[in-house]
């Protein structure tokens, strides 16, 4: 079984700052991809950003990046040039080829004027 | 058309009612999936679908029942729920594009806000 664990329950960050959100996971696969998802207070669940397990190059997505260490199992979400609007709560999840996508218990992120 | 449309967004029913929550997507998508959100907590999978079959089912109370008449709608319908039962379902779906081959981007609906009395 997979488990993905998130150990800051809540952030903050003044706009315009970087934050860093950590993320690690556990799974016997080798295939596999990771996401970063945001969910504001609308609760639509957004995908931030997504890397694939044989992808060694970090993915990127305009002011989000991602450290993937695959030997440390961890993921971790770099917020660049925080705005307010990234004040939502944001997911770690796995995916696996059976379908299964698996959420960590998410860090609430505040970003202050 | 990206989206996947949830209805209805908010309902309320007692304990003894029978209800249907509705899932709807037009973008040829073969997987759908239902999850259940508390508040402040992550989405817990209940049910996936795959090619209108049933592929998973996480071991979710019969009174939560799935259905999927057709590979454009799914359906969660409730009966006799609890309390604590109260929470945010949500819809996604994605694509399949073979046999144990799964697309890994899912898209979610907005959700609906279900509270038990």
């Known amino acids: 079984a997979q488990t993905v664990t998130q150990s800051q329950p809540e952030m903050s960050v003044q706009e315009a700052e970087t934050v860093t959100l950590s993320c690690t996971y556990d799974?016997?696969?080798?295939?596999?991809?990771l996401f970063w998802y945001k969910q504001p207070p609308s609760r639509q669940m957004i995908l931030v950003i997504r890397?694939?397990?044989?992808?060694?190059q970090n993915a990127t997505e305009n002011r989000f990046s991602v450290n993937f260490q695959k030997a440390a199992k961890s993921f971790s979400l770099k917020i660049s040039d925080s705005q307010l609007g990234d004040t939502a709560m944001y997911f770690c999840?796995?995916?696996?080829?059976?379908?299964?996508?698996?959420f960590g218990q998410g860090t609430i992120l505040t970003v202050h004027p | 058309d990206t989206e996947v449309t949830q209805t209805p967004k908010h309902l309320v029913m007692g304990m003894t009612n029978k209800k249907s929550l509705k899932c709807e997507q037009h973008?040829?998508?073969?997987?759908m999936y239902w999850y259940k959100q508390k508040a402040k907590k992550p989405p817990e999978l209940m049910f996936v679908y795959s090619y209108e079959k049933l592929s998973i089912n996480e071991s979710v109370p019969s009174r939560f029942s799935p259905e999927c008449p057709n590979s454009s709608l799914l359906n969660l319908h409730l009966h006799a729920l609890q309390p604590e039962d109260s929470a945010l379902y949500l819809c996604a779906s994605s694509t399949r594009t073979g046999e144990g081959v799964w697309d890994e981007k899912l898209f979610f609906g907005s959700g609906t806000q279900l509270s038990v009395l």
């Open positions: 973008m040829g998508h073969r997987a």
């Open positions: 890397q694939e397990a044989y992808k060694q």
């Open positions: 999840a796995f995916f696996t080829r059976y379908g299964k996508l698996t």
């Open positions: 799974t016997s696969e080798n295939n596999y991809y």
